[in-house]
């Protein structure tokens, strides 16, 4: 089992910046792809980014320019920093995390919420 544990989460008024981070523990060995996850109120979930075992990343295009993702493998940590954000960037974000253990397992983290006022 592995558990993840995110924090950085907050009110910020438009324009802002925040960091999320996102700790991982428990049956950590072979993480592979790490992600932040959001989902706004009557929305569904959506992806803002993700980082490989190897730092290869990816942006959904929304955020790109204002959003970085970056891991510490030794630490099992990702992080999430969001410049400029924006009234809709409001949401839920959810730390993921996919662990190869002779297949695939995914695993979510409970979510910190994200309020950023106009």
């Known amino acids: 089992q592995v558990q993840l544990v995110e924090s950085g989460g907050g009110l910020v008024q438009a324009g802002g910046s925040l960091r999320l981070s996102c700790a991982a523990s428990?049956?950590?060995?072979?993480?592979?792809?790490m992600a932040w996850y959001r989902q706004a109120p009557g929305n569904q979930r959506e992806l803002v980014a993700s980082i490989s075992r190897f730092g290869s990343t990816n942006y959904t295009d929304s955020v790109k320019g204002r959003f970085a993702i970056s891991r510490d493998n030794a630490k099992n940590t990702v992080f999430l920093q969001m410049d400029s954000l924006k009234p809709e960037d409001t949401a839920v974000y959810y730390c993921h995390a996919i662990v190869w253990r002779g297949r695939d397992y995914s695993y979510w983290g409970q979510g910190t919420q994200v309020t950023v006022s106009s």
């Open positions: 428990g049956s950590t060995f072979n993480i592979n792809r």
